[in-house]
């Protein structure tokens, strides 16, 4: 029997994984007229981590989500990338968010505050009971109408099936949902760099509205911006800061909490660095905590979608750190998965409709990551010899950009992913 006309928007959608992009998945789906429920291994969903950039591409998401306002009073807009040298020289200035054209902002943000934005939105929106914690998946099987998805109560230890249309996995680079589709697959690969993340309260640095990329080659780099102004006139703002170092393998297993560095550690692989507008011992010995964790990816797929099942965020391409694109990779994904749902009332073909649309792109992202992506500028500048020009700089930053789909051209005249309201059916 086809479908009664709007019937493919009461699709039930399970998504595993409830941070970031997941909580972003739950949003795109229910305003495009579905019925999302999200399952979260965790206990609790807790504010915690350190900075994330949202570039524009997915600001405009956000905004078109209803969340304007709500972002705007959490996160700071900056306004330019500083690429300096182990010294502090400037290397290369480039503007960000509107001061590039964009017509959206840039915005820098502590994790834990976006995600709890995004959680109390999805409650609001959904119900309470959208976001069920403490549920750690186990493996799904396909039916011939659906999904049934197993996870495992981890307050009872007991057995919770739950039934659904479609199955999303949103659960980040050790992606259970992942292994099953693919139970071959190495582990994370790694390319030799610990990142040593922290934030501290310190004053404004470069006028306040800076991102600082300072230094070379991956292991040889300090990345410092505000993700908070201060809370009072000439007070400290909350700066997140991120140092890269080189040594064999330590701590937990990937995608775990990171090893804990001691600020003394911290001070001592920050002695070598001269960057006078910054005191960087006074931001080892004012994080509460300084995390450890190795630079990772995995290969790109050629499939993130099979059946009612796939992929999206960082369990479809976890990616290294450079360009600041990771996070808004995964909330364009979230986007154009529920555009693709409502295009097709065969949930399957929907799937794969968004496999083509958005894997080929992102996968293209995580090849040129490891290449160093834009980063590349402060590479070719600490080389010997090479004297970089302005025009060298902004071709590596365009070409990266334009792989992505997130030129100042492609985000502002793109079509809008938001679908219209499906009516209630009339009785």
């Known amino acids: 029997m086809a479908p009664v006309k709007g019937e493919y928007r009461r699709m039930r959608v399970c998504i595993v994984g409830g941070g970031i992009a997941g909580l972003a998945c739950a949003l795109s789906l ?3 007229g579905f019925e999302p429920r999200v399952y979260e291994a965790a206990r609790t969903v807790a ?4 900075g994330i950039n949202l570039l524009p591409h997915a600001v405009r998401e956000l905004f078109e989500l209803g969340l304007e306002g709500e972002l705007a009073s959490i996160a700071l807009p900056p306004q330019r990338l500083d690429y300096r040298t182990r010294l502090g020289e400037l290397v290369w200035v480039e503007p960000l968010g509107r001061g590039a054209g964009y017509h959206w902002p840039q915005y820098s943000v502590h994790r834990g505050r976006l995600q709890m934005l995004l959680l109390t939105a999805v409650r609001e929106r959904l119900g309470p009971g959208a976001v069920r914690t403490g549920l750690r998946f186990q493996r799904f099987e396909q039916t011939p109408d659906g999904v049934r998805a197993h996870f495992m109560d981890r307050s009872s230890g007991l057995p919770v099936v739950e039934e659904a249309d479609v199955l999303v996995g949103a659960d980040g680079i050790d992606s259970v949902v992942r292994s099953q589709l693919y139970p071959d697959e190495p582990l994370p690969k790694e390319n030799g760099v610990h990142m040593w993340r922290g934030v501290a309260h310190h004053p404004h640095i470069l006028g306040g509205r800076s991102i600082v990329v300072a ?3 991956p292991g040889a780099k300090f990345v ?3 993700i908070a102004d201060p809370s009072t006139a000439g007070g400290d703002a909350l700066m997140n800061w991120v140092l890269e170092v080189r040594h064999g393998p330590s701590g937990p297993p990937p995608g775990g909490p990171g090893r804990r560095v001691t600020a003394a550690e911290a001070r001592a692989a920050l002695s070598s660095w001269d960057l006078p507008w910054i005191d960087l011992a006074g931001l080892a010995d004012r994080s509460p905590a300084i995390l450890e ?10 499939r993130w979608s099979f059946g009612r099942i796939t992929l999206l965020g960082d369990a479809a391409h976890p990616m290294f ?3 600041m694109n990771g996070g808004s990779q995964s909330i364009v994904d979230t986007r154009v998965l529920a555009w693709c749902l ?3 009332d065969n949930p399957v073909a929907a799937l794969h409709r968004y496999d083509r649309m958005r894997r080929p792109a992102v996968n293209a992202v995580v090849l040129a990551n490891r290449n160093l992506g834009p980063e590349r500028i402060i590479t070719l500048a600490e080389e010997p010899g090479n004297a970089l020009h302005s025009g060298q700089a902004e071709k590596i930053s365009t070409r990266y950009k334009r792989l992505g789909r997130a030129t100042v051209s492609q985000v502002n005249t793109h079509s809008s992913w938001t679908v219209p309201a499906v009516a209630a059916d009339v009785e």
């Open 293 to 302: 964790y190795p630079m990772i990816d995995r290969d790109p797929l050629p």
């Open 321 to 323: 750190p450079m360009g």
């Open 30 to 32: 229910q305003a495009a």
């Open 342 to 344: 409502t295009r097709d």
């Open 47 to 50: 504010a915690v981590g350190v």
């Open 224 to 226: 410092a911006y505000p």
């Open 215 to 217: 230094g070379g080659t």
